[in-house]
């Protein structure tokens, strides 16, 4: 693996800190008003493969609109495909400019079908904090939390891509002090920054944790909307069900996991050895800038959070070895969600639950106005980004807003 940019015809990828340089090259689905179909990102451009004639793989797998078919293709196709692509793509192949569709005047749309989602909480920050303030410091962390990466199955069907406005939901509430719940919109309404890992081969028993790495395809930004005073009121003794399921919003763009290796980094040391189905046989995390920016109805923006995917406790394959320890299959399409990446700082908290620590102190705004939870206007932005000396790989924009309920 090289830490140098691989230069293509494509003048734009080859800018400093391009997003999406020849080194990415990921996968995503486009409609430039003659019909959605499957593109890779190269610098301000998307290769249209309907248009490029090609030996590694079938068209058929592209003349639809999801990567499904080719994640089930299988990782030697993933290979093959990916080299064919670079070298098209290379400085040294003559340009065609014909294949190229700009990012400007396309609309993206979600990248693959998502064929179930779970959503993991295997930040140690986060879930330190938010224990701290629900059960106190004393027992901030479940018992089973440093054992296994806990979950709950969570809804495919409400999964949106980066730009769908997102709808304040209603919901059963109970305060502290009323004797009965009401039926009303959440007024502790939040984000979650999370990173998504796409499943990209079927299985029918238990994976180890090589096998899960193996089997995931790439990842995306992920945003778990999370609707606090819902879930308070509903969570016990079965998790997260209605807090969780208005809508969780991905990036458009799948980053391989072969664009990412030259990024694998460790996870952290562990306060007890885990056992042998989970235990950590290589770096599996990713060392991934991320930060969420909160844009109000008025335009003014703020930067709320920067932290980094390492600071995840669990990587993607424990979590997929895990998911699948009982005998699940587990499916091409199967997106899981971290579980919110928080860092130990304020300013590292990836949710506005953390950063206002409850509503007790709320985020003073660019424009002078204070945040406890989100308003109605307000979007959310998560970015990421794997910096390498020569080269950046960018993950484009997770976006949403919030509309009234
Ligand atoms: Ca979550």
Redesign the pocket.
């Known amino acids: 693996m090289t830490n140098e940019l691989i230069k293509s015809w494509v003048e734009s990828a080859n800018a400093p800190n391009c997003a999406f340089p020849l080194n990415n090259l990921p996968y995503g689905v486009f409609n430039d008003g003659s019909g959605a179909r499957c593109g890779v990102a190269i610098g301000d451009f998307i290769l249209d493969l309907a248009q490029v004639p090609l030996k590694s793989a079938n068209h058929d797998l592209f003349a639809q609109p999801s990567w499904n078919a080719f994640m089930d293709a299988g990782a030697d196709i993933w290979a093959a495909f990916r080299d064919e692509i670079t070298s098209v793509l290379h400085e040294d192949s003559p340009p065609a400019p014909a294949w190229l569709v700009a990012q400007s005047s396309a609309e993206m749309l979600l990248p693959f079908a998502v064929t179930e989602f779970t ?3 295997a930040g140690r920050h986060h879930a330190t904090n938010v224990g701290t303030m629900f059960r106190g410091p004393d027992h901030a962390l479940p018992p089973n939390w440093l054992h296994i990466p806990i979950g709950y199955n969570g809804r495919a069907s409400s999964v949106v891509v980066s730009g769908c406005s997102v709808r304040r939901p209603h919901g059963q509430l109970k305060g502290p002090q009323d004797e009965l719940p009401r039926f009303a919109p959440s007024m502790r309404f939040d984000f ?1 920054l ?1 990173i998504g890992a796409i499943v990209g081969k079927n299985s029918a028993a238990r994976l180890s944790v090589d096998e899960a790495d193996d089997a995931l395809f790439g990842y995306v930004l992920l945003n ?1 909307w ?1 609707a606090r005073d819902i879930q308070a009121w509903e969570y016990q003794p079965l998790g ?1 069900f209605q807090a ?1 399921a208005t809508a969780t919003t991905i990036s458009p763009w799948i980053v391989t996991k072969a664009a990412l290796e030259p990024f694998r980094t460790s996870t952290p040391e562990r306060d007890f050895e885990l056992l042998d189905h989970l235990k950590d046989t290589g770096p599996m995390l990713y060392d991934i800038d991320l930060a969420v920016d909160l844009i109000t109805q008025s335009g003014a923006e703020t930067r709320i959070t920067e932290t980094n995917y390492a600071e995840m406790y669990y990587s993607a394959a424990q979590q997929l070895a895990h998911h699948s320890a009982c005998g699940c299959p587990m499916r091409v399409g199967d997106l899981l ?1 971290s ?2 990446v928080s860092g130990a700082e304020k300013h590292q908290r990836g949710s506005m639950l953390e950063l206002s620590w409850g509503g007790k102190d709320p985020l003073l705004l660019s424009d002078g106005q204070t945040r406890s939870f989100l308003e109605d206007g307000d979007s959310v932005r998560l970015s990421g980004r794997a910096q390498a000396a020569g080269y950046c790989i960018g993950f484009g924009e997770c976006l949403g807003t919030i509309t009234p309920a």
């Open positions: 959503d993991f909480f979650e999370e778990d999370s997260p969780k969600g579980g919110t």
